[in-house]
């Protein structure tokens, strides 16, 4: 009866004390002492998930445009290519294998999109200066060289003649 007693005595004066049982912080299997590699967090505390680990990576496509400033504006196009240097010389090597001697690079761009816009009557191309100009598609890349398609030709029509896209290949791990 004494431990009875005894043991009352202990829990009423722990509740007037104010003193609360102590929770762990962690979640452990049965029999796994707190601490160990195999606990985890408590339920509901504030410990966030580590970040994601990357499955892959993004990899750059490259484009470029070269042309013949001369009347004949030939030109050569690359898409898709792993490098800009690479792009650039393909561009040049399609523009001169045209005979001309004269190419440049009009443009290059890398993940994104590109259209050539030119002059035109009904729809068919004509004599002038096209415009090439890059975009996030290949419609944004159609609405900004249009209207400047207009403005250097002095025409209110433009057709597309090129467009293609040099956009970013995910490689998984």
């Given at each position: 009866?004494?431990?009875?007693?005894?043991?009352?005595?202990?829990?009423?004066?722990?509740a007037?004390?104010?003193?609360?049982?102590?929770?762990?912080?962690t979640?452990?299997?049965?029999?796994?002492?707190?601490g160990?590699?195999?606990?985890g967090?408590?339920p509901?505390?504030?410990?966030?998930a580590p970040?994601?680990t990357?499955?892959?990576?993004?990899l750059?496509?490259f484009?470029?445009v070269a042309?013949?400033?001369?009347?004949?504006?030939?030109?050569g196009?690359a898409?898709?290519?792993?490098s800009?240097?690479?792009?650039?010389?393909?561009?040049?090597?399609k523009?001169?294998?045209?005979?001309?001697?004269?190419c440049?690079?009009v443009?290059?761009?890398s993940n994104?999109?590109?259209?050539?816009?030119?002059?035109?009557?009904?729809?068919?191309?004509?004599?002038?200066?096209p415009?090439?100009?890059?975009?996030?598609?290949?419609?944004?890349?159609?609405?900004?060289?249009?209207?400047?398609?207009?403005?250097?030709?002095?025409?209110?029509?433009?057709?597309?003649?090129?467009?293609?896209?040099?956009?970013?290949?995910?490689?998984?791990?």
């Amino acid at each position: 009866m004494k431990k009875v007693v005894g043991l009352a005595a202990f829990a009423a004066l722990l509740a007037l004390s104010g003193a609360s049982p102590a929770f762990a912080q962690t979640a452990c299997p049965v029999g796994t002492a707190p601490g160990s590699a195999t606990c985890g967090p408590a339920p509901g505390g504030n410990v966030s998930a580590p970040p994601p680990t990357p499955v892959g990576e993004w990899l750059d496509r490259f484009g470029a445009v070269a042309a013949d400033m001369s009347p004949s504006g030939n030109t050569g196009v690359a898409a898709n290519r792993l490098s800009r240097e690479d792009a650039e010389k393909v561009a040049m090597d399609k523009c001169r294998s045209l005979g001309s001697t004269n190419c440049g690079i009009v443009l290059h761009y890398s993940n994104q999109c590109v259209a050539i816009v030119a002059p035109s009557v009904n729809g068919k191309e004509r004599a002038g200066a096209p415009v090439t100009r890059a975009g996030q598609n290949i419609e944004a890349a159609i609405a900004k060289a249009t209207p400047d398609c207009h403005q250097a030709n002095k025409t209110n029509e433009c057709t597309p003649i090129y467009s293609a896209c040099s956009l970013p290949v995910f490689r998984k791990y």
